[in-house]
């Protein structure tokens, strides 16, 4: 959940609780009211009535008159009966004989007030009653009642609490409104830093973060720039020490392979021999991984020449040096035999690229699996592919783990490395007009390849050595 819905939900919370806190009491309170605001005006226009029939009991033109004008205004049913609760005027035009049986009546015309509520069985329905005297020389000479119905007075008051349930959610919306905006404004400073350091991340460690919003969001963006910088620096530096650690280890590496080689020829014991030979193969083959750094820490590097390699034989010498460290991990290590095909490259650019795929492949795979070389040819392009299954590639993030010191979320959480490896592949692909990708397999796993342009058979005079380069440290 991102930080501008966790701010606008607070402000969603804390604006309903208030609303909730003052709303509830406040249309009890006004249902309350209203409730008695009818009562009393009910009684108030049965008194008023009352006032007026007093003289004009015995004409009943003038009675009609008055009770239509005050059910008028209340809305409700008025009549006027006589001492005796005989029907006198009747707002509805009805002409019920005697209503001196009815209970509101009876109190009426013994000169009290009576106001309360009682089902009709004539309107299937609850009513609202008033009942006053009317009296004429300190005589009760008759009485007026005024009925409502319950389910009116009700709707009155319904109407009010919505009225008021209405006002609330204007004010939460517009609450929300502009709790949006400041959680907007408050999150901004943070997604542009995150956008940053997502750019960082990538390699573009001359990114900085704007220094804008609160406070402490702009303390949080010097401190940001602050770290890019450093870290710049410091890979700058690393670059700069692969460069000339690997430049100047070239002399030493060439000294001891010479002394190898001078003890081996001195040598007069076979399993000597064979020790000297094997540490002359580990030589010669930290040499070629500090030719290698050396070539990707400088640009522009011109590429050596290259002969027609045999991809099967680039494959078979891979598994040869790898089977052993698989089955030491727990791991197989399967070379598929598919169609052999030749490209133009160097042997050594195509064993660089096939030790550090299937190392990857190695690391990124449980105990128990099965890595796969497979090679052959798709149309003009030739293939060497290591299929393993690992924890797959992200979306995304394809070509991004070829980048120098670039490596996935998988690399990330995965064992450690030097992120130089898949930038190796692509730079000696690319040396020899090819490319490298890595992609998900749909079982799962990651299948990483190289594609280079297919050549014709390798002619017999450049045929290719069928001795492993040498085993994996």
Known sequence: MSLRLRILLAFAYGFLLILVALEVPLALNLSRRVDAEVRNDAAGQAHIVAAQASGSMNRPVRLRALTERAASTLGARVIVVGPNGGLRADSAGRSVASYATRPEIKIALSGRTAQGERHSETLGTNLLYTAVPVTSGGRTVGAVRVTQSVSAVNDRVR????????????????????AWFLADSLSRPLRKLAKTAREVEDGNFDARAEVTGPQEAREVAVAFNDMAGRIGTVLAAQREFVANASHQLRTPLTGLRL?????????????????????????ERLARLLNTLLMLAREGQTPRTGSLVSLGLAAKHAHERWEARSEQRGQRLDLEAGQDVVVHAAEEDLAIVLDNLIENALHYSPAGSTVRIEHGREGADAYLAVLDDGPGIAPGEEEAVFERFG???????????????????????????????????????????????????????????????????
């Open 407 to 473: 490596r996935g979320r998988a690399g990330k959480s995965g064992p450690s490395g030097t992120g130089l490896g898949l930038a190796i592949v692509q730079t000696l692909a690319e040396r020899w007009g090819g490319r490298a990708a890595l992609s998900a397999r749909p079982e799962g796993g990651t299948r990483a390849e190289i594609r280079l342009p297919a050549r014709d058979a390798i002619p017999a005079d450049e045929a290719q050595p069928t001795e492993p380069i040498g085993a994996p440290t």
């Open 259 to 283: 002394r190898l080689e001078s003890a081996s020829a001195k040598a007069d014991n076979p399993e000597l021999e064979r020790e000297l030979a094997a540490a002359e193969q580990e030589v």
């Open 159 to 178: 109407r009010s609490v919505l009225a008021l349930v209405a006002i609330g959610a204007a004010a939460l919306l517009l609450g929300l409104v502009l």
